[in-house]
């Protein structure tokens, strides 16, 4: 069955690492989406791509970075230079641009400072 | 820019009790429009979507929600609540012609009393 895989669903991060979170779709969705979800603050946007090789910033985008090689491959690397890191985060695909088909979601991954 | 409100940040309802989510929206054209349900530690599953004809549309679960132009509103309803229906619902309005980009409401979070 298609759909969205997020790996790992529980992460821990030591303060001052770098983590990697991995979202790959088989759906053949062109553009891709990374969210945060905080408690009572709904979702915000940190990256998203709408093709390979291409990215833009979302709304929180400071102490993340992203990498669009594959179609299927969208993975968010969180950087030490995040200051509060310990959130939910969601990938998201979506189909054809423009025609407002909406966006399928993994299950996302819960990452917490230790 | 579009932007999307959802008045009621928690709800409760008894269980067989009926439910409204409310959802409005700003957008210059006419919308296409999401209803999503987050159940705790997951990711967001659809439950229907608007794009045009019938203002009254049906989704999963038994939801339904109903567009009124007039009122810039998409509202959420349930005629008798599970006591699964407990979750988190958002709206959501796409971008359409501008990179299939949605813009979520706040969410709400829902209750369901014994």
């Known amino acids: 069955d298609g759909g969205i895989t997020q790996s790992p669903k529980y992460l821990f991060r030591k303060e001052g690492q770098n983590v990697t979170l991995s979202c790959e779709q088989n759906?053949?969705?062109?553009?891709m989406y990374w969210y945060r979800q905080d408690p009572g603050q709904g979702l915000r946007l940190i990256y998203y791509s709408q093709i390979v090789n291409d990215f833009q910033k979302g709304d929180i985008a400071e102490g993340y970075s992203v990498s669009r090689e594959k179609k299927e491959s969208f993975p968010l690397t969180v950087t030490s230079a995040q200051k509060n890191p310990t959130a939910f985060y969601l990938c998201?695909?979506?189909?054809?641009?423009?025609?407002?088909?909406?966006?399928?979601f993994g299950s996302g991954t819960r990452l917490t400072v230790v | 820019a579009q932007s999307v409100t959802q008045p009621d940040i928690h709800i409760t309802v008894s269980e067989g009790a009926s439910l409204e989510l409310r959802c409005n929206y700003s957008?210059?054209?006419?919308?296409?429009l999401f209803w999503y349900v987050q159940s705790p530690g997951q990711g967001l599953q659809l439950l229907l979507k608007y794009f045009s004809g019938d203002t009254l549309v049906q989704g999963i679960k038994g939801f339904e929600a109903e567009f009124k132009r007039s009122q810039s509103s998409f509202n959420l309803r349930k005629p008798s609540v599970h006591w699964s229906d407990a979750a988190e619902y958002f709206c959501?309005?796409?971008?359409?012609?501008?990179?299939?980009?949605?813009?979520f409401g706040g969410g709400t979070r829902l209750m369901v009393k014994p």
């Open positions: 959501a309005v796409a971008t359409v012609g501008a990179g299939n980009m949605l813009t």
């Open positions: 759906l053949n969705h062109d553009a």
């Open positions: 998201a695909s979506s189909a054809d641009r423009g025609r407002g088909y909406g966006y399928t």
């Open positions: 957008y210059g054209a006419t919308p296409y």
